[in-house]
C-alpha cells in the first residue's frame, strides 16, 4: 500500500513547510507585543527588585513601535542584498541580544534599551516574512498561507500570556530569547525566493525554486516565470531613488500605495494595540477580577484571538477579502462600543457611588473576546495580505516597509493617546473613538478596497496600470497560460499488486494509446518470403509507398491519375516492384 501525492499536494506542503519557517519573525513579534501585559504587573509587585514608575511604564509599551518606524526603512535595502530568507537569519541574533539585555536589567533603562533593540530587530524581520511568503506562494494558497503569519504572532502573544502566569517578567524574557535560535535553525534549511533570485540575475536558480514550490514544471508554471521575470526585468534597471520615484510618479502604484496606507490606518484605528499591550489591565480596570482570575482571563484572550487567525486562514480565499473585512468591522465596532459603555456606567457608579455594574463584571471579558475573534477574520490578517498583493513587485519591498512604519508611527500615537486619555477624561471615550472609526473603515473597503482573492499578483499590478493594453503586450499572450488546471486527487492510495499486474504497452493516463514501433527491414524481408512463398497461387499483396504520407490530398489526386497511366503501359514490362506500387496506389 503506497501513498502517491499529486504535484499540487507536493506544492502545498513545501509551500507550508516555508511559511512556517517565516513564520517564527511574527512569532517573536507576537512575544515582543505580549510581554507587557504580564510583564509590567510583574514589576509593579512590591516585592520586585525593578522600581517603576508610570512615565517608565507608558514608555516600556510606545519604545516598541517608536524604535520600529526608525529601524523599518534598513528592511528593503537588506532584503534587496541578501535576500528574504537571509535578512530574517540575520535578525535572530540581535533579537536574542535584546531579550537577554532584559533578563539581567538592573534598571528600567536596560529594559527600554532592550525592548527598543528587539523592536528594531522584529521591524526589519517582518517585511522580509510577508514579502517571502507573498512571493513563494501560488495564487490559490496565498491568502491561507498569509493568514498564517497572523496565526504565528497571536501564538506568540499567547506563548507570552501563558509563560507569564507563571513566569517573573526577567524569566519571561529569558524564555523569549529561545525562539531566536529556533528561527535560525528552522531558516538555514529554507529555500529562497524565486523572484530575489531573478533580482540576483540567476534565473536558472529561480526557476529550479519555483518549480520545487509549485511541485512540477507546466506550462501554467513555466508563464509564471516569465511574467516574474518581466517584471523585474522591467524594474531592475531602476535604483533606489528611481524605485521611490516610480511610487510617486506612476498614477497606478499611487493609488495602491493610498489603499494600503488607508487599511493600515484603520487597522490600528480599531483599537488592537491597547488591548494586546494591555489585556491584563483592562481586565482590572473592569473589575472582572472580582469574577475570575485575570491570568486566566488573559491567556482566554490570547487564545480566542489565535482561534479567530485559525479560521480566518481557512476562508480567507474561499469568501473573500472585502467580506472577511465587512464582517470584522461590524462586531469590532460593536464590542469597542459594548466595552466605551461599560467603562461609561462603571465611571458614573463609582462617581454615585452607587455599584449598580455588579451583576456585569463578565461584560467587558465578553466584549473582548468578541473584539479578538473577529478581529483577526479580517482587519488583523486580511490587511497584510493586501499589502504584499496590491503593489508591483519592482515596488513590494519599499511599500510594505513604508507601512509598517506608518504603522508603527500609529501605534505609538494610540499607546500615548492612551495613557493621556484615560488618565483625563476616562477610558470609554477612546473606546468610543475605535467604534467610530472602524465603522468609517468598512465604509473605506466597500468603496475603495478591490478584492484580490483568486487572481494572480501579476493580474492585480495589470489591474492598476492606467496603460492595461500596454502592459497586457509586454506580457503577452497570457491567456494561454491561464487555462483552467486539470484537478487532481490530493492523494491517491495505490496497492501494489495494480503496480505488478500493469502492462508496460497499456493505456497511458492520459486517454492516448502507444504507438507499435515497426522494423522496416524485418518487414520487407517478411513480405518478400511471403511472396516467394506465394508464387503460382492467386494472392495478391498490397505493399505500402512510405512516401504517399508527406503528399497533401491536391497532389495525392493529381499523381493518381498519372500513375494510373504509367501503371498500364508498364504493365507489359514484366516489373515485379513496378506493378505491385501500382496495385498499392490504385488501392488507396
Given at each position: 500500500m503506497l501513498l502517491e501525492f499529486s504535484p499540487r499536494a507536493i506544492a502545498l506542503i513545501r509551500q507550508l513547510l516555508a511559511t512556517l519557517s517565516a513564520a517564527w519573525s511574527p512569532v517573536g513579534h507576537g512575544l515582543l507585543t505580549g510581554y507587557t501585559a504580564q510583564a509590567i504587573p510583574s514589576m509593579m509587585k512590591e516585592d520586585s527588585q525593578m522600581k517603576m514608575t508610570e512615565s517608565h511604564i507608558s514608555w516600556i509599551s510606545s519604545i516598541v513601535p517608536l524604535a520600529a518606524v526608525v529601524a523599518a526603512p534598513l528592511s528593503s535595502p537588506l532584503c534587496a542584498l541578501l535576500g528574504r530568507r537571509v535578512t530574517m537569519m540575520s535578525a535572530c541574533i540581535p533579537m536574542c541580544i535584546g531579550w537577554l539585555i532584559i533578563t539581567y536589567a538592573t534598571d528600567a533603562t536596560m529594559i527600554l534599551v532592550g525592548r527598543a533593540l528587539c523592536a528594531a530587530v522584529s521591524a526589519i524581520s517582518l517585511p522580509a516574512a510577508y514579502t517571502y511568503v507573498a512571493e513563494i506562494a501560488s495564487t490559490r494558497n496565498r491568502g491561507f498561507l498569509?493568514?498564517?503569519?497572523?496565526?504565528?504572532?497571536?501564538?506568540?502573544?499567547?506563548?507570552?500570556?501563558?509563560?507569564?502566569?507563571?513566569?517573573?517578567?526577567?524569566?519571561?524574557?529569558?524564555?523569549?530569547?529561545?525562539?531566536?535560535?529556533?528561527?535560525?535553525?528552522?531558516?538555514?534549511?529554507?529555500?529562497?525566493?524565486?523572484?530575489?533570485?531573478?533580482?540576483?540575475?540567476?534565473?536558472?536558480?529561480?526557476?529550479?525554486?519555483?518549480?520545487?514550490?509549485?511541485?512540477?514544471?507546466?506550462?501554467?508554471?513555466?508563464?509564471?516565470?516569465?511574467?516574474?521575470?518581466?517584471q523585474i526585468n522591467e524594474g531592475n534597471h531602476a535604483s533606489f531613488w528611481q524605485r521611490i520615484r516610480i511610487m510617486v510618479t506612476s498614477n497606478g502604484n499611487r493609488k495602491s500605495i493610498s489603499i494600503c496606507l488607508g487599511i493600515y490606518f484603520f487597522t490600528v484605528s480599531t483599537g488592537f494595540i491597547v488591548i494586546n499591550y494591555h489585556?491584563?489591565?483592562?481586565?482590572?480596570?473592569?473589575?472582572?477580577?472580582?469574577?475570575?482570575?485575570?491570568?486566566?482571563?488573559?491567556?482566554?484572550?490570547?487564545?480566542?484571538?489565535?482561534?479567530?487567525?485559525?479560521?480566518?486562514?481557512?476562508?480567507?480565499?474561499?469568501?473573500?477579502?472585502?467580506?472577511?473585512?465587512?464582517?470584522?468591522?461590524?462586531?469590532?465596532?460593536?464590542?469597542?462600543?459594548?466595552?466605551?459603555?461599560?467603562?461609561?456606567?462603571?465611571?458614573?457608579?463609582?462617581?454615585?457611588?452607587?455599584?449598580?455594574?455588579?451583576?456585569?463584571?463578565?461584560?467587558?471579558?465578553?466584549?473582548?473576546?468578541?473584539?479578538?475573534v473577529f478581529l483577526p477574520i479580517g482587519w488583523g490578517s486580511v490587511t497584510y495580505i493586501l499589502v504584499a498583493e496590491l503593489v508591483p513587485t519592482t515596488i513590494?519591498?519599499?511599500?510594505?516597509?513604508?507601512?509598517?512604519?506608518?504603522?508603527?508611527?500609529?501605534?505609538?500615537?494610540?499607546?500615548?493617546?492612551?495613557?493621556?486619555?484615560?488618565?483625563?477624561?476616562?477610558?470609554?471615550?477612546?473606546?468610543?473613538?475605535?467604534?467610530?472609526?472602524?465603522?468609517?473603515?468598512?465604509?473605506?473597503?466597500?468603496?475603495?478596497?478591490?478584492?484580490?482573492?483568486?487572481?494572480?499578483?501579476?493580474?492585480?499590478?495589470?489591474?492598476?496600470?492606467?496603460?492595461?493594453?500596454?502592459?497586457?503586450?509586454?506580457?503577452?499572450?497570457?491567456?494561454?497560460?491561464?487555462?483552467?488546471?486539470?484537478?487532481?486527487?490530493?492523494?491517491?492510495?495505490?496497492?501494489?499488486?495494480?503496480?505488478?499486474?500493469?502492462?508496460?504497452?497499456?493505456?497511458?493516463?492520459?486517454?492516448?494509446?502507444?504507438?507499435?514501433?515497426?522494423?522496416?527491414?524485418?518487414?520487407?524481408?517478411?513480405?518478400?518470403?511471403?511472396?516467394?512463398?506465394?508464387?503460382?497461387?492467386?494472392?495478391?499483396?498490397?505493399?505500402?509507398?512510405?512516401?504517399?504520407?508527406?503528399?497533401?490530398?491536391?497532389?495525392?489526386?493529381?499523381?493518381?491519375d498519372r500513375d494510373g497511366i504509367n501503371c498500364n503501359n508498364d504493365r507489359n514490362e514484366g516489373s515485379f516492384f513496378k506493378n505491385t506500387a501500382c496495385r498499392s496506389k490504385s488501392r488507396k
Open positions: 498569509g493568514s498564517l503569519l497572523s496565526v504565528g504572532w497571536t501564538f506568540g502573544l499567547v506563548l507570552s500570556y501563558s509563560l507569564g502566569s507563571v513566569l517573573e517578567w526577567n524569566w519571561l524574557a529569558l524564555a523569549s530569547s529561545v525562539v531566536s535560535i529556533v528561527q535560525f535553525i528552522v531558516l538555514s534549511t529554507a529555500t529562497p525566493s524565486p523572484r530575489w533570485l531573478l533580482t540576483r540575475k540567476r534565473p536558472e536558480e529561480a526557476k529550479e525554486a519555483l518549480t520545487f514550490f509549485r511541485g512540477e514544471m507546466s506550462k501554467h508554471v513555466e508563464c509564471e516565470f516569465k511574467d516574474a521575470e518581466h489585556a491584563k489591565m483592562l481586565l482590572v480596570q473592569g473589575k472582572v477580577t472580582d469574577t475570575m482570575d485575570a491570568n486566566l482571563g488573559t491567556i482566554v484572550i490570547g487564545l480566542c484571538q489565535m482561534g479567530g487567525n485559525i479560521v480566518s486562514a481557512f476562508i480567507v480565499d474561499r469568501i473573500g477579502r472585502k467580506t472577511l473585512l465587512y464582517v470584522s468591522s461590524v462586531f469590532v465596532c460593536l464590542s469597542q462600543a459594548g466595552i466605551g459603555t461599560y467603562f461609561y456606567f462603571e465611571m458614573l457608579g463609582n462617581k454615585s457611588e452607587v455599584g449598580s455594574m455588579e451583576e456585569y463584571r463578565l461584560v467587558p471579558l465578553i466584549m473582548l473576546l468578541i473584539f479578538v513590494r519591498t519599499e511599500t510594505i516597509v513604508l507601512c509598517n512604519c506608518w504603522e508603527q508611527l500609529l501605534q505609538f500615537s494610540v499607546l500615548r493617546l492612551h495613557s493621556s486619555i484615560c488618565s483625563r477624561y476616562g477610558p470609554h471615550h477612546l473606546h468610543w473613538g475605535s467604534a467610530i472609526l472602524t465603522c468609517i473603515g468598512g465604509i473605506f473597503t466597500y468603496l475603495v478596497v478591490p478584492e484580490t482573492s483568486n487572481r494572480s499578483l501579476e493580474d492585480i499590478e495589470i489591474f492598476f496600470t492606467h496603460l492595461r493594453r500596454e502592459a497586457m503586450d509586454m506580457l503577452g499572450d497570457r491567456a494561454a497560460c491561464r487555462e483552467p488546471v486539470k484537478k487532481q486527487p490530493f492523494v491517491r492510495i495505490k496497492s501494489s499488486k495494480e503496480e505488478k499486474h500493469k502492462s508496460p504497452d497499456s493505456t497511458r493516463t492520459d486517454g492516448t494509446k502507444q504507438c507499435k514501433t515497426i522494423d522496416l527491414v524485418e518487414e520487407s524481408n517478411k513480405q518478400i518470403n511471403l511472396k516467394r512463398k506465394s508464387e503460382g497461387k492467386q494472392i495478391q499483396f498490397t505493399d505500402i509507398d512510405l512516401g504517399d504520407c508527406v503528399e497533401d490530398q491536391n497532389q495525392f489526386s493529381n499523381e493518381t
